[in-house]
């Protein structure tokens, strides 16, 4: 089975907690599209529809924290991005 989240991730304050609950009820995919920043700048409080923009190291290293086994992230455009994360 595969999860898909596409575009939440920079709406809540908490996407750790969140990216844990993906991993925890899927079988084994989950497909995760967010935008992000590729700098290494911390992360931001940004527009307010938006709970934060998480840069692309600190994102990768909480995928690894939560439980990915592997991922491969895809840009989409210069701020997009799709991860296909293995449980």
Same mark, same amino acid.
């Given at each position: 089975?595969? %999860?898909?989240? %596409?575009? %939440?991730?920079?709406?809540?304050? &908490? ?27 911390? %992360? ?10 998480? &840069? ?20 989409? &455009? &210069? ?9």
């Amino acid at each position: 089975d595969i %999860v898909l989240c %596409v575009d %939440v991730l920079e709406h809540v304050a &908490n996407y750790e907690k969140i990216i844990k609950e993906l991993l925890r009820v899927s079988k084994r995919y989950v497909i995760i599209h967010t935008h992000i920043t590729p700098s290494m700048m911390k %992360v931001i409080k940004p527009k307010p529809f938006y709970s934060i923009i998480y &840069n692309i190291i600190d994102f990768e290293k909480t995928l690894k924290k939560e439980g990915a086994k592997r991922f491969k992230g895809f840009w989409i &455009n &210069n701020k997009d991005r799709t991860y296909l994360i293995e449980k």
